[in-house]
């Protein structure tokens, strides 16, 4: 029997990266899953790319495309998800997204976007997935994705910085409020993994001249890292799926730092 075998899964930001690799292991350890993305052709693809794995395992595997600030289409991927497997045990609010501008450049529409997301979206996807396992009287897990980024500001990222200490401060206040009815909040803080969203970030600092050439920002921050270098999707997993296991049912309202220890709190 796997780690989470049995239990029904949704994680979002799920096309590629991060959330992409938390569903891939999660099927690995029997979890039914949902691929959820706002590019519905992407999460199909995804989904059908992971259907021979998760017959393997004896797990199942569906889609949705979903704008987390949208509290009708949460509902609906909530609904499809109950609809094919039967309940939600699991929600990972991982849709998230980052436009680097210069401090003093940030507009309200940057702030606004990145704060909708990052911020509103998890909010939703909080109330929409304890509302469901409050119905259904069993209890669940609500996994937030933070960042280092929720433990200091910095310079080019704002509204990003800010958006992920308000995902910190919702899984306190989820965590505080949904212990009676048996559903445990809790978050993990990546550093800088490899991954698509990271490559962008890199272009998109060297467009706003925040860094001198490509790469730049990968290195300034790898130098940092106690371990000696980035993290791989791969890293995070082991914790992602603990978090989702019986194995943290003590935990609640606590976020996990995995970023090598580019951050010691």
């Known amino acids: 029997m796997g780690r989470v075998s049995g239990r029904?899964?949704?994680?979002?930001?799920?096309?590629?990266?991060?959330?992409?690799?938390?569903?891939?292991?999660?099927?690995?350890?029997?979890?039914?899953?949902?691929f959820a993305d706002i590019n519905g052709e992407q999460a199909q693809?995804?989904?059908?790319?992971n259907r021979e794995r998760a017959t393997e395992a004896g797990a199942g595997v569906t889609w949705a495309k979903v704008d987390v600030t949208d509290r009708d289409q949460v509902r609906a991927m909530i609904d499809k998800t109950v609809e094919t497997f039967g309940k939600l045990d699991v929600k990972f609010n991982n849709a998230g997204v980052n436009k680097p501008m210069n401090f003093l450049d940030v507009t309200e529409d940057n702030w606004n976007f990145i704060m909708g997301?990052?911020?509103?979206?998890?909010?939703?996807?909080?109330?929409?997935?304890?509302?469901?396992?409050?119905?259904?009287?069993?209890?669940?897990?609500?996994?937030?994705?933070?960042?280092?980024?929720?433990?200091?500001?910095?310079?080019?990222?704002?509204?990003?910085?800010?958006?992920?200490?308000?995902?910190?401060?919702?899984?306190?206040?989820?965590?505080?409020?949904?212990?009676?009815?048996?559903i445990?909040?809790?978050?993990?803080a990546p550093g800088v993994v490899a991954t698509e969203m990271w490559e962008q970030v890199d272009r998109d600092l060297l467009d706003i001249g925040a860094a001198?050439?490509?790469?730049?920002?990968?290195?300034?921050?790898?130098?940092?890292?106690?371990?000696?270098r980035v993290a791989t999707?791969?890293?995070?997993?082991?914790?992602?799926?603990?978090?989702?296991?019986?194995?943290?049912?003590?935990?609640?309202?606590?976020?996990?730092?995995?970023?090598?220890?580019m951050t010691l709190v």
């Open 212 to 228: 001198e050439r490509p790469g730049q920002a990968m290195e300034e921050f790898s130098s940092e890292i106690l371990r000696g």
């Open 233 to 261: 999707p791969s890293d995070i997993t082991g914790t992602t799926t603990f978090l989702a296991s019986p194995e943290s049912d003590y935990m609640t309202g606590q976020v996990v730092m995995i970023d090598g220890g």
């Open 117 to 182: 997301v990052n911020g509103l979206g998890c909010l939703i996807g909080m109330q929409e997935a304890a509302r469901q396992m409050i119905a259904q009287g069993t209890g669940g897990k609500i996994i937030n994705t933070a960042s280092i980024a929720s433990r200091q500001g910095f310079d080019n990222v704002a509204p990003y910085c800010a958006s992920k200490w308000a995902v910190v401060s919702l899984t306190q206040s989820g965590a505080r409020d949904l212990a009676r009815h048996n």
């Open 45 to 49: 693809a995804v989904c059908e790319a």
């Open 184 to 188: 445990t909040v809790t978050g993990f």
């Open 8 to 34: 029904s899964c949704i994680v979002t930001g799920a096309a590629r990266g991060i959330g992409r690799a938390i569903g891939e292991a999660l099927i690995n350890e029997g979890a039914d899953v949902c």
